[in-house]
T-cell receptor, first 115, second 113 residues
């Protein structure tokens, strides 16, 4: 079975500063990795995904993430955050070669951007 | 292209009652998954339907059941509601079962009193 650990439950950061949201996963098989964002009172929106190929993945709204197989990590980064980036961010993993592949989510990291 | 829509958006029930939540999947998507998101937690997988058949189930009791219709819309039914069932219920559709890329609706927030 797969699992995801998001190491920080809350991350406060000043506007225009860089940010990194950390995600580690556990799996005995190869995985697909995702980051989703949830704004207040809304569903989840896909930010980016790693399926294969280049380990540096670029997503929407200026976010990027790097897949590191040896460290089983998939950290999310943005070089300069905006107030509008304040939201809950979820890392998720699926196992494409195990038949049924539900997404397994971490508990989330609340990003608060301070003006 | 129409996204995933869910109804109702909010509802309040009392313990022991039954509830039905509905979901229309994104156009062209044949797979629907349901997740429960308790306050302050990540979404937890309830079950998935592929072409009207249950295709996988998470660690939820049998009083959580579902259906998928020929047009790929779906229902989540919960019987004998408990206080801990209070949560945001998210429906997500996908084009296939392989990549795990899901497109979510905005959820139905259930409060059980």
């Amino acid at each position: 079975a797969q699992s995801v650990t998001q190491l920080d439950s809350q991350v406060p950061v000043f506007e225009e500063a860089p940010v990194e949201l950390r995600c580690n996963y556990s799996s005995s098989v190869s995985v697909y990795l995702f980051w989703y964002v949830q704004y207040p009172n809304q569903g989840l929106q896909l930010l980016l995904k790693y399926l294969s190929g280049s380990t540096l993945v670029k997503g929407i709204n200026g976010f990027e993430a790097e897949f590191n197989k040896s460290q089983t990590s998939f950290h999310l980064r943005k070089p300069s955050v905006h107030i509008s980036d304040t939201a809950e961010y979820f890392c998720a993993v699926s196992a494409p070669n195990s038949g049924n592949t539900p997404l397994v989510f971490g508990k989330g990291t609340r990003l608060s951007v301070i003006a | 292209e129409t996204g995933v829509t869910q109804s109702p958006t909010h509802l309040i029930k009392t313990r022991g009652q039954q509830v039905t939540l509905r979901c229309s999947s994104q156009s062209g998507h044949n797979t629907v998954s349901w997740y429960q998101q308790a306050l302050g937690q990540g979404p937890q997988f309830i079950f998935q339907y592929y072409r009207e058949e249950e295709n996988g189930r998470g660690n939820f009791p049998p009083r959580f059941s579902g259906l998928q219709f020929p047009n790929y819309s779906s229902e989540l039914n919960v019987n004998a509601l408990e206080l801990d069932d209070s949560a945001l219920y998210l429906c997500a559709s996908s084009l296939d079962r392989v990549t795990g890329e899901l497109f979510f609706g905005e959820g139905s927030r259930l409060t059980v009193l």
